[in-house]
């Protein structure tokens, strides 16, 4: 390695370092900019009670590794398609993790509200009264639907009608499992009735739906592993040519043409992985 490439790697480091404390010095201006890029799926994040310090902290990193992605790919390694390509991807994946994080979420809280639903009725048959049976249910529902729970005991407590409590939380949560369960109680308070049968019934509909979801996701699971193993050959592939044709990789990494078609490989990987993954994927 000769003394121009050294100090050639050595101020793009120093540049990336410039950059990285850029970001963090205008955190603050950057956070909002980048939760209105992320737009809606933000929202969810942190509606669904997701820590937002994390969020934050995640974005900050995003909008360092893009421009660091560019440098070391650029001129540090000379492979301009790549480095455009690699901030390009880099670019557009916080929108698939976020999204991956917010459906896991809902899926994890569609499965406690069973468990919560038929709890709920257990102690209104009891004798309890239901403002005491969700004070009773926000000790023994496990996080993170419980913390929804204890935020309705916490406000009722505070004087707040328990009413209100639970559709603050249903519109906020704006989750199907819950808003049927905030509906039914609603009504219940409304117009009276017997409350225990009606989460009875709730609790029975969201276990077949949780049994429906499930066997979804076990018929859907052999295309999830195709969608994977589609993503991960090329990589696979590359790593073995590298053992077997080291030359070929150096000319397919050091030459124009090649990395033109590296780029054109990658691209057509991630948009056919895209597109497969919106096919197969389950939502709530």
């Known amino acids: 390695m000769d003394q121009t490439a050294i100090l050639l790697a050595i101020s793009s480091i120093v540049s990336g370092i410039a950059v990285g404390l850029g970001a963090w010095r205008f955190a603050p201006i950057w956070d909002g900019l980048a939760v209105r890029q992320m737009g809606e799926l933000a929202d969810r994040f942190e509606r ?16 360092v590794a893009v421009p660091a992605v560019c440098i070391l790919l650029g001129p540090v390694f000379r492979m301009y398609p790549l480095a455009v390509l690699g901030a390009g991807l880099v670019y557009v994946a916080p929108r698939h993790v976020l999204d991956w994080l917010v459906l896991r979420r809902s899926r994890l809280l569609a499965n406690q509200m069973v468990g919560a639903a038929t709890g709920l009725a257990n102690s209104v048959r009891a004798g309890l009264s239901i403002a005491q049976g969700l004070e009773a249910l926000a000790a023994e529902v496990p996080r993170p639907l419980g913390n929804e729970f204890r935020r309705i005991a916490f406000e009722y407590q505070r004087g707040r009608p328990i009413r209100e409590a639970i559709e603050q939380v249903r519109h906020r949560l704006q989750l199907e499992s819950f808003t049927l369960f905030a509906l039914a109680v ?10 225990n049968e009606v989460l009875e019934r709730l609790s029975r509909s969201l276990q077949e739906n949780e049994r429906l979801a499930r066997k979804l996701e076990a018929d859907t699971a052999a295309g999830v592993q195709a969608v994977l193993i589609m993503a991960i050959f090329p990589v696979g592939f590359l790593g073995l040519f590298a053992i077997f044709d080291p030359p070929s990789i150096v000319y397919l990494f050091g030459t124009v043409i090649g990395q033109l078609a590296v780029a054109a490989i990658a691209l057509l990987v991630y948009v056919g992985a895209s597109w497969a993954w919106r096919i197969v994927r389950v939502k709530c």
């Open 186 to 195: 609603e009504v219940t308070l409304d117009r009276g009735g017997r409350i």
């Open 48 to 63: 669904l009670g997701l820590d937002p310090q994390q969020l934050k902290l995640f974005l900050r990193y995003w909008g």
